[in-house]
């Protein structure tokens, strides 16, 4: 079985975040330039030390920490503990932040650390109201369909009810201009019913249909 990969330190961020740091970057050789008095060993060493931090940077990118572990970014920060150990790297190869950066390894001292942490957290606060602003935009959008349909279908059920309405006026019509009028006649005769036929009226008011601006 492989070793099982555990990083230094895993910083929790709010939401459930996690940073996964490593401080394992290379010393010897700097110590060494620093104990020597040699000025060929020290520039000797001082490379070293900056060659070290380069193959400890590939190292670390292929542990790929950031699938390791849930809600985690998707790098891994590289904890140095001296801004003076960082500098004499970097001296040697200004190009270790961007190998970093290629990497998936962000390089971090004392200083830089916290302020990371703090651009990483943001960073996250503001994804997080992104995604909310884009499902309520969604949510609204759903909304403003359902209720364009149920619009449509009272308008429907008003414009039915009005076509009701005008049928039923003209059949009232109808009844008082040629059944009404024959039947007023009976009364005049003995054989007629005492009881007049009950009045019928026509309806005035019909469903507004729904409206609504642009």
């Given at each position: 079985?492989?070793?099982?990969?555990?990083?230094?330190?895993?910083?929790?961020?709010?939401?459930?975040?996690?940073?996964?740091?490593?401080?394992?970057?290379?010393?010897?050789?700097?110590?060494?330039?620093?104990?020597?008095?040699?000025?060929?060993?020290?520039?000797?060493?001082?490379?070293?030390?900056?060659?070290?931090?380069?193959?400890?940077?590939?190292?670390?990118?292929?542990?790929?920490?950031?699938?390791?572990?849930?809600?985690?970014?998707?790098?891994?920060?590289?904890?140095?503990?001296?801004?003076?150990?960082?500098?004499?790297?970097l001296e040697q190869d200004p190009q270790l932040i961007e190998l970093g950066v290629l990497n998936k390894v962000i390089l971090?001292?004392?200083?830089?650390?916290?302020?990371?942490?703090?651009?990483?957290?943001?960073?996250?606060?503001?994804?997080?109201?992104?995604?909310?602003?884009?499902?309520?935009?969604?949510?609204?959008?759903?909304?403003?369909?359902?209720?364009?349909?149920?619009?449509?279908?009272?308008?429907?059920?008003?414009?039915?009810?009005?076509?009701?309405v005008e049928h039923y006026n003209k059949a009232v019509s109808s009844v008082e201009t040629r059944l009404l009028s024959t039947?007023?006649?009976?009364?005049?005769?003995?054989?007629?019913?005492?009881?007049?036929?009950?009045?019928?009226?026509?309806?005035?008011?019909?469903?507004?249909?729904?409206?609504?601006?642009?």
């Amino acid at each position: 079985m492989g070793e099982r990969l555990r990083p230094d330190m895993l910083i929790r961020l709010p939401n459930e975040r996690v940073v996964v740091v490593d401080s394992k970057v290379p010393l010897a050789a700097y110590l060494d330039a620093l104990q020597s008095e040699d000025p060929d060993v020290q520039k000797e060493r001082m490379q070293a030390h900056a060659r070290h931090v380069r193959d400890h940077i590939k190292g670390l990118s292929a542990k790929t920490y950031w699938d390791k572990f849930d809600n985690a970014p998707e790098f891994v920060v590289l904890f140095i503990p001296n801004e003076t150990i960082f500098s004499a790297a970097l001296e040697q190869d200004p190009q270790l932040i961007e190998l970093g950066v290629l990497n998936k390894v962000i390089l971090a001292t004392p200083t830089t650390l916290i302020a990371l942490l703090k651009a990483i957290a943001y960073g996250w606060q503001q994804e997080a109201i992104a995604r909310e602003a884009k499902e309520i935009a969604a949510l609204g959008k759903e909304l403003y369909d359902r209720i364009g349909v149920v619009a449509g279908h009272f308008a429907k059920v008003g414009k039915s009810l009005g076509q009701s309405v005008e049928h039923y006026n003209k059949a009232v019509s109808s009844v008082e201009t040629r059944l009404l009028s024959t039947a007023k006649k009976f009364q005049a005769l003995d054989s007629a019913s005492a009881a007049e036929p009950p009045e019928v009226k026509v309806i005035e008011k019909i469903p507004a249909l729904p409206k609504a601006e642009e």
